[in-house]
């Protein structure tokens, strides 16, 4: 750990540096950090305490000043929104990595290397200027020789490094904060930068995202409402993504054109419906859907691009997410709990009469409102809040999804605002809770569960056998754990060293009233032996120590 400090103190300094001005100089102090800075910066640090502007601007500014691995993690905690308030959430929302574009002639570079040929040979026709830059990689438009025109995403040089180095130090920060922050342990701060770092390592692998775009155009493949575009595997690797170009308008251009052109109730209908085939069918879906990477052509039909966030749900997941759909709908709310406890990492000592009652309070709410007028981005955004008050932590998966369905209403709310994306989801719900009690479909994951439960009932004998043969040689070890065994324990020691206590000064009692006894009767064998006083003396002294270490051990 030190030597990586020592490896990467210049990238410390600059993000410590970054933090100090954005007024989280308290952080770095608190981490142990502080000595990197110049006594300059530690001035600046004592300023910037009163900083006025809001907590998440603030954490906004930072990460987008320290570049794109900061980026992708404040854009994955903004997701996180059982763990982190709306507030913070909504200011990471807007985290931009639009960056200075690189020059042409580095792009140029990075496509002769990697598909073996310069651009004039690969291509008939290659902008200079790029049509989008980001922190990971930039777009340039292009036509092959074919004459197909296409889009070429190129990685930017050395970004690999700056993420592995980034990666590291924030594994480091995680691990102090963990150590000294108790919130932060308890969410798993240092799993959430490992899935940070797989997730940037996915995003940047551009061959990964080809066969995202892939399977999305096989999902799609009989419907010719959603278009997905082709990929040009003959001009693409890890680093250079070549795939159809998509001529259409974008969401913020549809306001401005006519019912004539573009059917708008159609186009959220269709997009909610593709959405949740995606999610509820298919179990692959798109994980970043906002209006950048959507495009509406002629003919009401929708387009999808950059496939590098793509959220995958187990049958257990689009099981649980059905569930919540069907309690919703149904404001049940031992549904909804039972499918928290199931998606959900509860905490051991959780409160489940607090839970069920925060759940109970959350159906309340939406009682008496017709199921048309549920927004479904409240009911998520409240239940995540639900979890975050119980220390509950749900899966990323799940926040993903939660954020992308947020994203879709949002979209759709703006297309046709009397539209409701739980009304065109309840067929789906209805749909999968027949599927659930039907014999026949559910025989296959029954079938499996009774062969489990058979090899198990059948392997019983064998190892209740073998632990009572292990028991018999005194070879089991068993732990028991009470909790209030070390609240009893304390207890009894308090209550055996009053005791001792009042035995002591008992018998230090009687000696005392001995020795009046005696001097009461003059000249006495007792009192003419030095014994006693020496007795007396070491009677003082034990029970001083007793006394001193009773108070000292605090349990009297």
Not at 15 to 25: A, P, R
Not at 31 to 45: A, D, N, T
Not at 328 to 344: C, E, I, P, Y
Not at 375 to 391: C, S
Request: net charge neutral.
């Amino acid at each position: 750990m030190i030597m990586r400090r020592m490896r990467h103190m210049n990238r410390y300094r600059e993000i410590t540096t970054v933090l100090v001005k954005n007024g989280f100089g308290y952080i770095v102090k608190e981490v142990g950090l502080f000595h990197l800075l110049s006594l300059p910066k530690r001035i600046e640090s004592d300023l910037n305490k009163g900083n006025a502007q809001p907590l998440g601007k603030r954490l906004r500014i930072s990460m987008e000043e320290l570049g794109p691995t900061f980026i992708k993690f404040g854009q994955l905690l903004s997701i996180r929104r059982d763990m982190i308030p709306a507030s913070l959430t909504k200011e990471l929302e807007k985290l931009q990595d639009a960056v200075r574009p690189i020059n042409s002639s580095v792009i140029k570079q990075i496509i002769k290397e990697e598909l073996g040929a310069p651009c004039e040979d690969l291509f008939e026709t290659f902008d200079e200027e790029c049509l989008a830059a980001a922190s990971i990689g930039q777009v340039h438009k292009a036509t092959l020789r074919s004459g197909e025109n296409v889009v070429v995403k190129v990685r930017r040089p050395n970004i690999e490094d700056q993420v592995n180095i980034d990666v590291e130090i924030l594994r480091d920060l995680a691990r102090l904060v963990e150590s000294r922050y108790s919130w932060a342990k308890h969410y798993q701060l240092r799993d959430i930068v490992d899935e940070l770092a797989l997730a940037i390592r996915n995003e940047m692998d551009y061959s990964q995202e080809a066969r995202n775009t892939e399977k999305f155009r096989q999902m799609f493949e009989n419907n010719d409402n959603i278009i997905i575009p082709s990929i040009y595997w003959d001009y693409s690797t890890k680093k250079v993504l070549t795939s159809q170009y998509i001529d259409g308008k974008k969401f913020i251009e549809l306001k401005d054109l006519s019912s004539d052109q573009f059917d708008k109730k159609l186009l959220a209908e269709r997009l909610v419906h593709s959405f949740l085939d995606q999610v509820l069918i298919k179990g692959i879906y798109h994980g970043d859907p906002h209006p950048g990477n959507m495009f509406f052509l002629p003919g009401n039909k929708i387009a999808y691009i950059d496939f590098g966030q793509v959220g995958v749900l187990s049958n257990e997941m689009k099981e649980n997410f059905a569930s919540l759909i069907i309690g919703l709908m149904s404001k049940d709310t031992d549904t909804l709990l039972h499918t928290v406890q199931r998606m959900a990492n509860m905490p051991h000592d959780i409160d489940e009469n607090k839970l069920k009652n925060d759940i109970d309070a959350l159906k309340d709410k939406y009682y008496d409102i017709p199921m048309s007028q549920i927004n479904i981005g409240d009911a998520i955004a409240d239940l995540f809040n639900t979890t975050q008050r119980n220390r509950i932590t749900i899966p990323k998966d799940y926040t993903m999804l939660g954020k992308a369905l947020m994203t879709i209403e949002g979209f759709i709310t703006d297309l046709d605002s009397e539209l409701s994306l739980i009304h065109l989801a309840e067929p789906y719900g209805k749909k999968l809770l027949l599927e659930r009690v039907n014999p026949i479909k559910n025989l296959p994951t029954k079938w499996v569960e009774i062969t489990e439960l058979a090899s198990i009932i059948f392997q019983l004998p064998k190892q209740l056998r073998h632990t009572l043969t292990k028991v018999n040689k005194g070879q089991t070890h068993f732990e028991m754990n009470l909790p209030q065994i070390d609240k009893l324990l304390l207890r009894l020691d308090r209550i055996g060293n009053r005791i001792s206590f009042s035995v002591t000064l008992l018998a230090f009692s009687i000696v005392i009233v001995g020795l009046i006894i005696a001097s009461t009767f003059g000249n006495t064998f007792l009192s003419n032996v030095p014994v006693i006083g020496i007795a007396v003396v070491i009677a003082i002294l034990m029970f001083l120590w007793l006394i001193f270490s009773i108070f000292r051990s605090g349990r009297f």
